[in-house]
């Protein structure tokens, strides 16, 4: 892996369909040597993920366009334009686009890696201005059978876990 410069032209990112929002990759561990990885989300409103928990990384949002709810541990935090959260490693959360209106964020990950997870999971996003489709049993089921590779879980309302991980903490 190396460090170098980077400059990501408009629309030329790699592009994931992700459960229905849409990720474009800015900056990868590839190109950062491992330091971080950057994308942008495009969330529809009602969009976003699952209670989840990175072990590995921090994750840090910063709200361009519209607004979005994140629950942090026992904190909510209605975030919209201009608005920068971090979440430290190892902390249960989640956001969810509140608005009527879609929502843009970067979003940032450290150290990098979580990047390859989504190439491997997420179909991609040849034409970015399709309709996001419906996540597909396959796609979910191969997430579930990832994750704990990639040192993220996913947490369910009833408590529960995807990740055989959470037996672990």
Known sequence: MSNKIVHAS?????????????????????ESGGSYFTMEALVPPGGGPPPHIH???????????????????????????????????????????????????????SPAGIEKLFERVFPRADDRMAPPPSPSKEMLARFGELEAEYGLETVWTDGSSMSPQADEH
């Not at 408009?10 to 590839?30: I, S």
């Not at 935090?77 to 964020?105: C, E, Q, W, Y």
């Open 55 to 109: 072990h590995r990384e921090e994750e840090q949002f910063y709200v361009l366009e519209g607004e979005v709810t994140l629950q942090a541990a026992e904190q909510t935090i209605h975030a919209s334009v201009g608005d920068f959260v971090h979440v430290p490693r190892g902390t249960v959360h989640a956001f969810h686009n509140v608005g009527k209106l879609p929502a843009r964020m970067l979003i940032t990950y």
């Open 10 to 30: 408009a629309q030329t990112g790699q592009a994931y369909w992700g459960a229905g929002d849409l990720y474009v990759f800015l900056v990868t561990g590839e």
